[in-house]
């Protein structure tokens, strides 16, 4: 398999680099960040661009885009390019797994690729769910769930990990607007967020699907 890696942080490629000088053969970096059209924003280092690589590059454990821009005084900021899945990824037929944690700007990365899910080209998608930080980049879980079950994926949910580190293991599949609903609800009301597994509907074993209904239903 080769790895395409989505990266618009200037610390983050740069340690990117350093880190798979061995594997560069192996692994594609777009050096841009992805959402629902071509754009140039501004992104935040979650880390201050503080953390170290052996000492030697510094790099942001996680970073956020600041839609409504950012303050260089406060934190670390930088300007970065954003693309979308679907100009990216259109002469890519098949993709095996595709993970999507980009701090509640999932739901504008599903809305630049929408012929991307429409040819269902993805046989898995792994997606971090967090109500909290799509709501703060103008996003919603459940179109994300309406997305992708229009595409014909069935919907699994990971464990429930509240803010604070406790989880609560679960393994139903979702089906129903009403359902959706009443997830995102729950994730709202207990603090948490998770990861949500997206799987091609022929993908998933019969006796699979049979048991989350009969699960569900209970």
């Known amino acids: 398999h080769r790895v395409i890696a989505f990266?618009?942080?200037r610390t983050?490629?740069?340690?990117?680099?350093?880190?798979?000088e061995t594997h560069k053969s192996k692994v594609t970096l777009i050096e841009k960040g992805v959402g629902d059209k071509p754009v140039v924003l501004q992104m935040r280092g979650n880390s201050g661009g503080k953390?170290?690589?052996e000492g030697k590059l510094a790099y942001d454990v996680g970073a956020t885009i600041q839609m409504a821009g950012c303050d260089p005084k406060r934190v670390h900021c930088e300007q970065i390019d954003v693309t979308t899945l679907d100009i990216e990824l259109a002469n890519f037929e098949s993709i095996f797994v595709m993970k999507l944690d980009i701090q509640g700007f999932e739901t504008n990365a599903f809305?630049?690729?929408t012929s991307l899910l429409a040819r269902?080209?993805?046989?898995?998608?792994?997606?971090?769910?967090?109500p909290q930080l799509?709501?703060?980049?103008?996003?919603?879980?459940?179109?994300?769930?309406?997305?992708l079950r229009g595409a014909g994926y069935v919907l699994f949910e990971g464990a429930m990990i509240r803010k604070g580190n406790e989880f609560e293991s679960t393994k139903l599949s979702l089906g129903d607007f009403h359902t959706f609903a009443e997830y995102v609800k729950e994730l709202k009301e207990y603090n948490a967020?998770?990861?949500?597994?997206?799987?091609?509907y022929e993908l998933?074993?019969?006796?699979?699907?049979?048991?989350?209904?009969?699960?569900?239903?209970?």
């Open 51 to 53: 953390s170290k690589v």
């Open 193 to 200: 967020y998770t990861d949500l597994v997206a799987v091609k």
């Open 12 to 20: 983050n490629i740069d340690a990117f680099n350093l880190l798979l």
């Open 120 to 130: 269902r080209a993805v046989d898995f998608f792994l997606i971090e769910f967090d």
């Open 111 to 113: 809305r630049g690729g």
């Open 134 to 147: 799509q709501r703060m980049q103008h996003g919603s879980c459940e179109e994300i769930m309406l997305l």
């Open 204 to 218: 998933v074993p019969e006796a699979l699907l049979s048991r989350s209904l009969v699960e569900r239903e209970n």
């Open 7 to 9: 990266e618009p942080l």
